[in-house]
């Protein structure tokens, strides 16, 4: 009983918070004289980023916890974009700016590439930390440098809003989406402890689905007001900080660093790097991610947790669910994406000579 209200404050405070941001940062953006692109890869990805935040601080100094911190950021980073941008792209197709796959989405790869580099000795410490926030600090003076030197038509049709007004939407929101979501997830942890359940899996799925509430909750309200760009920039600007600054973050202030387990090496931060590179040909095929695609992404992510659990509990369907995965499914949908590449460049080269 005691869980199910907390289950449903925290629901409450997630999605009131996500209003709140969402509304605060486009009343920002028109202030500023940004993009609502821009005020997702950066504002609104920064909130909705607060509960791993405090999740991996919190895992980061707790000895029996140190697989949490390095799983709740890469479950996160693969749940926003197999499950939330699946989900999105579900329910209306999801128009990319050229913007985003010309930078965001390579500094997105970067960033995976970075983090699984540092972790190869099995343990990300304060150098590795600073490397993290210094790309964080490049990467956020190149996003706002390029972004006032083009200011696009969408940012002057903007309604102003009052400044007082907008400050209070992020202020009150980003507090209201941490907190709502550190509930959520202090409940579903627990619970799977008591079901013998390890904390890693516990960081991949459960509290990883869960710090992801915030990104759902501020998509969905993005999209009712009509700041698609927004929701797409909140989800690719949201895993970019995820790698940069809370995982940098924990990494230099916590006094053993953040461990890295032999598994999440192995497989979840490879799966992670993947994600984030099956995005540049789905963004790139008509900068569009389809109904289809978005199917494809949330079958991938079922997949993804049922291999999870089936590895924890070393179940005898392992073996077979994942040749199937390996020899069937995975080529199957890279002949696909390929195919999909190839036609939207004939087609681009064919305008070029028409």
Not at 105 to 116: C, F, K
């Amino acid at each position: 009983m005691i869980d199910l209200l907390l289950f449903t404050a925290g629901l409450t405070g997630v999605i009131a918070g996500a209003e709140m941001l969402v509304r605060g940062a486009g009343q920002l953006a028109g202030r500023f004289g940004l993009s609502p692109l821009v005020i997702g890869l950066t504002v609104v990805a920064f909130g909705t980023s607060a509960p791993e935040l405090a999740i991996t601080l919190r895992a980061a100094f707790t000895d029996h916890a140190a697989d949490l911190a390095l799983g709740n950021i890469a479950g996160s980073n693969i749940a926003n974009i197999l499950l939330v941008l699946g989900l999105a792209a579900l329910i209306a197709p999801v128009v990319v700016a050229q913007r985003l796959i010309h930078l965001h989405v390579p500094v997105m790869i970067g960033a995976s590439v970075l983090t699984l580099f540092l972790a190869r000795d099995g343990n990300l410490g304060a150098v590795d930390g600073a490397v993290l926030l210094t790309g964080l600090v490049g990467y956020l003076v190149l996003t706002l440098a390029r972004d006032r030197a083009q200011i696009s038509a969408e940012t002057a049709a903007t309604p102003a809003a009052p400044l007082p007004r907008a400050l209070a939407g992020v202020a009150l929101g980003i507090p209201l989406l941490a907190v709502g979501a550190f509930i959520l997830v202090d409940a579903a942890a627990a619970l799977a402890a008591r079901l013998g359940i390890s904390d890693l899996v516990i960081g991949l799925t459960l509290v990883a689905v869960g710090t992801s509430l915030p990104e759902i909750a501020a998509t969905v309200s993005a999209y009712r007001l009509g700041d698609r760009q927004m929701a797409v920039g909140n989800l690719v600007g949201s895993n970019i900080f995820n790698l940069l600054a809370v995982l940098g973050l924990a990494a230099l202030l916590a006094p053993e660093g953040v461990a890295v387990a032999a598994a999440a090496f192995a497989f979840d931060l490879p799966v992670m790097l993947a994600v984030a590179f099956a995005c540049l040909p789905v963004f790139f095929t008509g900068h569009t991610v389809a109904r289809w695609e978005g199917a494809l992404f949330l079958g991938y992510y079922a997949g993804y947790c049922a291999f999870l659990f089936l590895a924890a509990a070393q179940h005898q369907a392992l073996g077979p669910f994942s040749a199937v995965m390996l020899g069937f499914v995975v080529p199957l949908t890279l002949i696909t994406l390929a195919v999909g590449v190839m036609r939207q460049l004939r087609e681009h080269r064919r305008g070029l000579y028409s």
